[in-house]
């Protein structure tokens, strides 16, 4: 573990999820005057619960002395453990309320959600040989979570005093609709969760449980803090970084960029999300045939969320045929 800055501890935690993918998720706790802040609890296995303990042993401290627990969001590698340490604890746990609205469909009652993902694929041109894979690619996932309710939402702007931090929660939509980042100004800190990553672009997809225009949020996200005044970043996955308001222009770059691409492969004639998502190149090592179920569904999702941002911005239009959506340059 590493003392960050001084009384907030960085926990770099074991994840083993689909691969490939970051090899750790980040857990932040922070020292008040009794008792201890966790932000972000993990992903839900017995090897990630051990090395939480070992990061408290290290520094005199046990799952008792964790007083609240605040998930950035609910995805299995921030909020897996939550319900376990919240037992382990007694702690009091908070995240936002839209993401407490996803909890009995992700990780209790799939059935329906699974229904919605099929029909929006489906829409979008996944040819059917390939579709009960890529629809079913998240199921499993729910082995890793202990699903357990916030005592506390939060709406985004509420105030958190904890010893001698006070942090902002800023509601930063589009990675997931719920998802918040912690902002301390006096110290400088943003604990950004999946907004925003060093190296990693963060997935903005659209689903059955983002807003119409995810990308359209998460850029204005990126937007709306870009002046913040951040010294240290401390993200979800990776390492702690600075250099803030140049990862923010990054982004917000590497997202035109990939607006243009698409804009160029429409050139000639009308595709569907599938068939543009198959043609682009991603930040993975497989050509799409081999591409592993989960990541060909990021991939999916993500170019949809792209093409209805230029559908909105009026750069694209769309075509129904043969109960498929097409898209063309307007
Ligand atoms: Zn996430
Ligand atoms: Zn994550």
């Known amino acids: 573990m590493t003392e960050v800055i001084p009384r907030v501890h960085w926990l770099k935690l074991p994840l083993d999820m689909v691969k490939p993918t970051p090899p750790h998720v980040n857990a932040y706790l922070i020292q008040g005057d009794r008792g201890y802040l966790l932000v972000d609890t993990g992903w839900g296995t017995d090897e990630t619960l051990d090395s939480v303990k070992k990061h408290l042993a290290a520094i005199g401290a046990d799952f008792k002395d964790i007083s609240q627990i605040i998930v950035t969001h609910i995805h299995p590698d921030h909020y897996g453990l939550a319900g376990k340490i919240k037992q382990l604890s007694g702690a009091k746990l908070a995240f936002h309320e839209i993401e407490k609205g996803f909890i009995e469909s992700r990780y209790i009652h799939m059935e329906n959600l699974l229904s919605q993902t099929a029909h929006l694929l489906g829409m979008n041109g996944v040819p059917p040989d390939e579709l009960p894979l890529i629809k079913n690619a998240t199921l499993g996932l729910e082995q890793f979570v202990s699903p357990v309710n916030p005592d506390v939402t939060f709406r985004g702007g509420e105030t958190i005093a904890f010893g001698e931090f006070t942090f902002k929660i800023l509601l930063t939509p589009g990675h997931s609709l719920g998802h918040v980042c912690l902002y301390e100004p006096k110290k400088g ?57 140049t990862r923010v222009n990054e982004l917000i770059q590497h997202h035109k960029e990939r607006n243009h691409s698409i804009l160029v492969n429409l050139k000639r004639e009308p595709q569907t999300a599938y068939q543009i998502a198959r043609g682009l190149v991603w930040g993975i090592a497989f050509a799409w045939p081999e591409m592993p179920a989960f990541h060909k569904r990021l991939a999916i999702s993500e170019t949809l969320a792209h093409l209805t941002f230029m559908v909105d911005d009026g750069r694209l239009k769309q075509i129904a045929r043969d109960g498929m959506i097409y898209y063309r340059q307007n």
């Open 189 to 245: 800190i943003l604990i950004c969760g999946d907004h925003i990553l060093p190296t990693i672009t963060p997935n903005t997809g659209r689903h059955p449980q983002s807003d119409e225009n995810p990308l359209k949020s998460y850029l204005d996200s990126l937007n709306d803090m870009k002046n913040l005044g951040v010294d240290l970043v401390l993200p979800g996955h990776e390492s702690p970084f600075d250099k803030f308001e």
